[in-house]
Every structure is written in structure tokens, then in C-alpha cells.
């Protein structure tokens, strides 16, 4: 019996041990699908309404609105309320969009030569130059042009199908540089009771110089032909939020990274999120551009997310997918698809999460499938016959009641017996009359010898009445104390 619970006990060890992985496994080196999901473009647009109040001749009002786009860029949803962080280069527009609108609605009403830019210009007319002046200053009492600006973001979430219009977004807190990071809030709440995906933050930048990273963001509006970007990178050595940032530097000198990942930047991925290789979070956005990309850390952003007081949070989403995301890195493609599954009803149009159960889906029960192999395992287990384990545990059961059995006779007890007492020599016996056996009682008396069977006694054997000896039939008189016998 205990051999038999020996080897089931090591059975229930080996499917622990089995299943063991699967739940505390980390995150593979190198993913970032944890943040992908979260991923949104970003494109701001400068919106003017200016009135031109011209009274050279008759007074006439003109009225312009001008669209001024003045950044294109990547954000990070890191809230599933939709805020999004990003750098201040992507929510304040650095030029003076009102003075470009007095040289837009000037040169188009007076039909003057004036560049389209947000620089003051003088002109050769003393008239028209002293209106365009007053223009340049709205707030004056004097001013020839009432002006107002508004600045308008737009986040394209990474789903499918592309979200032709995205959804709005203000700018609530921003750093003092372009390269600043900057957060954002939806100018309406964002529809559904989950929200949208978010990706976490690190706590510090990696030290180690050299140390793999990637960077994910979008070249345009996400769509049919524009997917995420993914490009891996590595950390050079020093940089700081005062001069520019970290550079990033490959180790090995097979690639020039800065100018890789500063050309990324120019493209649309500026302010993307640079994903640390351990665990997939965030430890910096990409800052720069030209040949010098490089990485504000995750503490500055932090740093600005107090500011703001908004806190960084994740959401039922975000448990979901990062459940069947363990699933799927470890190769449990059965089991990782109901997870994705789970993800698409919760946010039906999650990039990240419909290719991935596309991808486990064809996986499932092939021969990579980590949950096939375990079923069929337990499977062969289950067929072995039972017969010998069965006969096992009858030998085992009656050696070991054998042995009790031994055991028990060892420690019980023997009742020692007395040893007869010889017989006492009596007086002669009469002529004719037969033998009589004297039993004499050994003392002390035992109680245990009291014990005995009574039976109904034999008329035909008689006793002396005077000594209570057994007496032959023909006796007469009494052998033993010559006592007569009644007749």
C-alpha cells in the first residue's frame, strides 16, 4: 500500500511539475506585444479664425480660418480612460500661427508679396504696412485683426478597422522643451465599459550600456497597409534629460543607430515608446531626429504623470491579453486562443490580439503545441493497465497483515499451567470394590479455575455423604473414612 501511494504521489508530482511552467513563466526576451496594442499615431493640427478689419477705403471685415498641421508623431496609452503620454513637440505648436494667419489673410486681401511663415514683414506701402503692424498685435485696442487659436490632436488607436476619425485629445501637462514629455486626455471619455488597451512603465532605465531594446511606433495612419513598426535598437552609453537624452549605439558596429532610429523618427515614430527587452514595459520615448535618434527615460515621464497627478493604470483588457500572452510564449497554443478570444470580445478591434489567435488557432494540437503534448502524456499514462498495479497492492496488503498478525502473537501473553499434583496414598479398599481416584486441589485456588461448565449431575455415581468421595457401586462402607453407605 505505501509503495502504491508512493507511485501515485509521483504522478500528481510530475503533472505539477508539468503544468508548473505555464503559470509561472516570464515574459520571453524580446517581447513587446504587451505595448503594442496600446500604440496610437498622433497628428495636431493648429486651427485659426482670424477677421481682418480693413479701413484703408470702406471698412470691410475678412474672414479667414486657417488648418495649420505642425507635428506627426507616436503616442503610448498608459490609462484606460485614453491618456496617452507623448512629447511636448506633438501637443504645443512652437510657432506663432497668428502672426502666419496676418501674412496669409494680408497677402490674399491686398494682393501684396508677403511669405507664408510666422515672421513679421515690413512692406513698401506706409498704409498697408502700419495696418499689417496692428495686425501682428490682436490684443491691442488698435488691432486691425481679431484673432483666435486652437489647437486640435487627433490619436489614431492601433485597431482594425482603422478608425477613420480617431478620437480627440488635449494637452494637460507638458515639460518646458520640445523634447519634453508631454500628457494628454480625450476630450470626450472613450466609449466602452473597458476602455482601451494601455502598456506598462518601467520603474528605471536599464544601466547596462549595450542593453537590447526595441522600439515600436507608426510612419502614418494605422490601415491596411500601415501596421505598427517594431525596430530593435541598443543603449549607448551615458546621455541625460539635460543634453539631449540617451544615444543609442550598436554593440557590435554592424549598424549606425542613431541614424536609423533618427530617420524613424522624421517618418512619424517620434516620441514612440522604447520597450525594454526583460519584460516588455516601457523605459523611454524616442526623442531627436535627423542622424541623432535618441531616448528620454521613463522617470522624466513619471516625473510629469505626478505633475498631472494622473496615474498610470491597467485595465481588464490588459489582464486578459497578458494572460493569453503567457499562454502563447510558451507554447500552450490551445490553451492561449480562448484567451485572445476573451481580449476580442472585450475590444473587439485589437490588432495585437486578432493575429496572434489567428496564429495560435493554426497551432493548435500540432505538434509545437505544448497542451497537446501534455494531454498525451497523461493519455498514456491513463492506458496503462491497472492489473499490476492492482496485484502490487494485494501483496503489499497481506504481507503487511501478515506482519501485524506476528506481531500481535509476539505480544500477547502465555497462560502457564500447573503441572498435576500427585495422587495421595489411602487406606486399603474394601474387598470387590473398585479403585477410587483422589484429586486434590493445588493452593492457591486460581478464580480462573472456578470457571468451569456446569452440568446436571449422574444419578448412577454416588458420594460420601461423611467426605464427599466418589464411591464404586458395590461399596458398602466408604473407602476412604469407612463411613456407611446409605442404601
Same mark, same amino acid.
Given at each position: 500500500m505505501a509503495r502504491f501511494r508512493a507511485l501515485a504521489g509521483g504522478i500528481v508530482v510530475a503533472l505539477v511539475l508539468t503544468a508548473l511552467p505555464a503559470s509561472a513563466h516570464e515574459h520571453p526576451s524580446g517581447i513587446t506585444d504587451l505595448v503594442t496594442p496600446a500604440v496610437v499615431r498622433l497628428e495636431a493640427v493648429s486651427h485659426v479664425e482670424i477677421t481682418l478689419l480693413d479701413h484703408v477705403g470702406e471698412l470691410i471685415h475678412v474672414e479667414r480660418s486657417y488648418d495649420i498641421p505642425f507635428a506627426e508623431g507616436t503616442g503610448t496609452v498608459i490609462n484606460p480612460d485614453g491618456t496617452i503620454v507623448t512629447l511636448r513637440r506633438l501637443a504645443i505648436n512652437p510657432d506663432d500661427v497668428a502672426v502666419y494667419a496676418a501674412n496669409k489673410i494680408f497677402a490674399e486681401h491686398h494682393k501684396v508679396k508677403i511669405p507664408a511663415d510666422d515672421k513679421k514683414h515690413r512692406l513698401k506701402n506706409p498704409i498697408l504696412d502700419r495696418h499689417l503692424q496692428q495686425c501682428y498685435k490682436p490684443e491691442s485696442i488698435t488691432a486691425t485683426c481679431i484673432i483666435d487659436v486652437t489647437t486640435e490632436i487627433t490619436a489614431y488607436p492601433n485597431v482594425s478597422p482603422a478608425s477613420p476619425d480617431g478620437f480627440k485629445v488635449k494637452c494637460i501637462k507638458a515639460g518646458p522643451k520640445p523634447d519634453s514629455p508631454a500628457v494628454l486626455a480625450p476630450v470626450t471619455p472613450v466609449s466602452g465599459g473597458v476602455g482601451m488597451p494601455t502598456a506598462p512603465l518601467a520603474d528605471k532605465v536599464p544601466d547596462q550600456v549595450g542593453a537590447p531594446v526595441s522600439v515600436a511606433g507608426f510612419t502614418?495612419? =494605422?490601415?491596411?497597409?500601415?501596421?505598427? &513598426? @517594431?525596430?530593435?535598437?541598443?543603449?549607448?552609453?551615458?546621455?541625460?534629460?539635460?543634453?539631449?537624452?540617451?544615444?543609442?549605439?550598436?554593440? /557590435?558596429?554592424?549598424?549606425?543607430?542613431p541614424v536609423k532610429l533618427g530617420g524613424l523618427a522624421d517618418k512619424g515614430m517620434i516620441g514612440a515608446p522604447v520597450i525594454g527587452d526583460k519584460d516588455g514595459h516601457v523605459i523611454g520615448l524616442l526623442v531627436g531626429g535627423g542622424k541623432d535618434g535618441r531616448m528620454i527615460g521613463i522617470r522624466e515621464v513619471t516625473g510629469l504623470l505626478s505633475q498631472a497627478k494622473v496615474v498610470p493604470r491597467r485595465g481588464a483588457i490588459d489582464t486578459a491579453f497578458e494572460a493569453a500572452l503567457t499562454r502563447y510564449h510558451t507554447k500552450y497554443y490551445t490553451e492561449a486562443a480562448p484567451g485572445f478570444q476573451r481580449v476580442l470580445e472585450l475590444y473587439p478591434g485589437n490588432v495585437v490580439a486578432a493575429e496572434l489567435l489567428k496564429d495560435a488557432l493554426a497551432k493548435r494540437g500540432g505538434p509545437e503545441d505544448q497542451g497537446t503534448r501534455q494531454a498525451a502524456a497523461l493519455q498514456d499514462e491513463r492506458s496503462t493497465p491497472l492489473w499490476p498495479l492492482i496485484l502490487a497492492a494485494g501483496i503489499l496488503f497481506l504481507a503487511a497483515g501478515?506482519?501485524?498478525?506476528?506481531?500481535? #502473537?509476539?505480544? &500477547? =501473553? /502465555?497462560? @502457564?499451567? /500447573?503441572? =498435576? !499434583?500427585?495422587?495421595?496414598?489411602?487406606?486399603?479398599?474394601?474387598?470387590?470394590?473398585?479403585? &477410587? @481416584?483422589? @484429586? #486434590?486441589? *493445588?493452593?492457591?485456588?486460581?478464580?480462573?479455575? !472456578?470457571?468451569?461448565?456446569? &452440568?446436571? %449431575?449422574? %444419578?448412577?455415581?454416588?458420594?460420601?455423604? *461423611?467426605?464427599?468421595? #466418589?464411591?464404586?457401586?458395590?461399596? #458398602?462402607?466408604?473407602?476412604?473414612?469407612?463411613?456407611?453407605? /446409605?442404601?
Open positions: 502614418g495612419r =494605422p490601415g491596411p497597409k500601415v501596421k505598427h &513598426t @517594431v525596430e530593435i535598437a541598443h543603449l549607448g552609453k551615458g546621455g541625460s534629460a539635460g543634453d539631449g537624452g540617451r544615444p543609442f549605439a550598436d554593440p /557590435e558596429n554592424k549598424a549606425d543607430e501478515g506482519g501485524a498478525y506476528l506481531l500481535w #502473537r509476539r505480544r &500477547t =501473553p /502465555e497462560v @502457564v499451567t /500447573e503441572p =498435576p !499434583q500427585p495422587l495421595a496414598a489411602g487406606p486399603p479398599l474394601d474387598d470387590g470394590a473398585d479403585q &477410587t @481416584v483422589v @484429586v #486434590r486441589r *493445588s493452593q492457591p485456588f486460581h478464580v480462573a479455575s !472456578q470457571q468451569q461448565v456446569m &452440568t446436571a %449431575p449422574n %444419578p448412577a455415581i454416588k458420594y460420601c455423604t *461423611s467426605c464427599g468421595m #466418589r464411591l464404586g457401586p458395590a461399596h #458398602r462402607f466408604c473407602g476412604y473414612c469407612g463411613h456407611p453407605i /446409605e442404601t
